[in-house]
């Protein structure tokens, strides 16, 4: 059993993703009274903007990817655009299904965890006031916040209204042209994405190859499904 912690919960979380249903099942399981504080989506990164919704497009990409390119003499390779306002309407779809599933029908399974669906500000160590006006007390509290998209400090990129992860996977159409900034991981799965959905991607990155924080032979590799443009610094993503 977990020691009562004096305050109206033992344990307050504030995160409703992956990291905060974690502490928050195990201090249930464990026989301490929990509250969940979440001010956007529940379900964090990973089922709402992040692993789902992006493997789904990637493997949308690659279906029509594949439809078109392939050495298989007597099947006809027929060309055309995606239908992207379906595509993404399946990936919403696969995502509100994982967020009920993994989440909503878990809380519900833990009647000791208590969700409170707002924004919270710390008062003291052990209390934070909600945007309701309401405060909570625990024992403890983990903070499981996660991370927000980064965007460097370039010159007019603020007023140029740049898309992130999330927006470019919730665009309404799928644009003519596009210019990631980074090759790192996420970016390149990106760009390929993209690119294999007939969008004609270019990407940039200051350092001198590709996922510049691996391994040069990993980088120089993954370089050659690239056209390298190496005197101006681009990388034309190629629906490879």
């Not at 279906?63 to 309407?89: C, F």
Request: aromatic share 6%.
């Amino acid at each position: 059993m977990i020691t009562r912690g004096g305050g109206e919960f033992d344990l307050l979380v504030v995160g409703g993703g992956s990291a905060g249903f974690a502490a928050a099942i195990k201090a249930a399981d464990l026989g301490a009274r929990v509250a969940m504080v979440e001010g956007g989506t529940l379900g964090g990164t990973c089922v709402n903007v992040g692993c789902v919704p992006s493997k789904t497009l990637i493997r949308a990409a690659e279906a029509q990817h594949r439809r078109v390119h392939h050495e298989l003499r007597g099947i006809p390779a027929t060309d055309g655009q995606p239908d992207w306002p379906t595509v993404r309407a399946e990936k919403d779809a696969l995502v509100a299904e994982l967020r009920q599933t993994k989440y909503w029908n878990v809380l519900r399974a833990y009647p000791s965890v208590t969700l409170f669906q707002e924004r919270a500000t710390f008062v003291s160590d052990r209390e934070v006031r909600l945007a309701s006006g309401r405060t909570l007390t625990a024992g403890k509290i983990v903070v499981t916040t996660g991370a927000s998209p980064w965007a460097p400090p370039i010159p007019g990129l603020a007023e140029a209204s740049y898309l992130d992860n999330a927006s470019a996977m919730a665009l309404e159409r799928l644009p003519e042209s596009l210019i990631v900034i980074g090759a790192s991981a996420v970016g390149l799965e990106l760009a390929q994405m993209f690119a294999r959905l007939g969008v004609r991607v270019t990407v940039l990155e200051a350092l001198l190859r590709v996922v510049p924080a691996e391994d040069a032979d990993i980088g120089d590799a993954l370089g050659d499904y690239l056209l390298v443009d190496e005197a101006r610094g681009e990388y034309h993503a190629a629906a490879r």
